[in-house]
C-alpha cells in the first residue's frame, strides 16, 4: 500500500555532516509518523528519531543535539539532517511510516519499512 524510498547515506568522515531522505508514495489516507531507524552489524534496530504529523519531533539520546528531523507533509517525505558523525553513528539507516488507508469501505493501519540507506562513518 505504502511504499519508502530512501536516499542520502554514504560514506562520511568523522565530524561530518549527512542528509537523508524518505519518500512515501502509494495509496494511503493519512501519515501520523514517520521515523528513522538504525541498525548496526550485530546489534538490535533502535529508533533514531520521529515526527509526527503536527511536527512534534523525538530524538534518541544518542543523536540529541547533533541531529533534526523535519517533514514536507505536502511531499509525504521526511528527513533527517545529522552533523558531528562519529563511527558509533555507522549503520543501516531505516524510513518508517504509519498511518491509515482505506481498503474498500473501511479504514486500516499501516506500518511499513524502506528497504534502507547504509551509512558509513570512517576516515
Known amino acids: 500500500q505504502v511504499q519508502l524510498v530512501e536516499s542520502g547515506g554514504g560514506l562520511v568522515q568523522p565530524g561530518g555532516s549527512l542528509r537523508l531522505s524518505c519518500a512515501a508514495s502509494?495509496?494511503?489516507?493519512?501519515?501520523?509518523?514517520m521515523a528513522w531507524y538504525r541498525q548496526a552489524p550485530g546489534k538490535e534496530r533502535e529508533l533514531v528519531a520521529s515526527?509526527?504529523?503536527?511536527?512534534?519531533?523525538n530524538y534518541a539520546d544518542s543523536v540529541k543535539g547533533r541531529s533534526t528531523i523535519s517533514r514536507n507533509n505536502a511531499k509525504n517525505t521526511v528527513y533527517l539532517q545529522m552533523n558531528s558523525l562519529n563511527p558509533e553513528d555507522t549503520a543501516v539507516y531505516y524510513c518508517?511510516?504509519?498511518?491509515?488507508?482505506?481498503?474498500?469501505?473501511?479504514?486500516?493501519?499501516?506500518?511499513?519499512w524502506g528497504q534502507g540507506t547504509q551509512v558509513t562513518v570512517s576516515s
Open positions: 502509494g495509496s494511503f489516507s493519512s501519515i501520523e509518523t
Open positions: 515526527i509526527n504529523s503536527v511536527y512534534t519531533p
Open positions: 518508517n511510516a504509519e498511518g491509515t488507508y482505506y481498503s474498500g469501505t473501511y479504514r486500516a493501519n499501516f506500518n511499513s
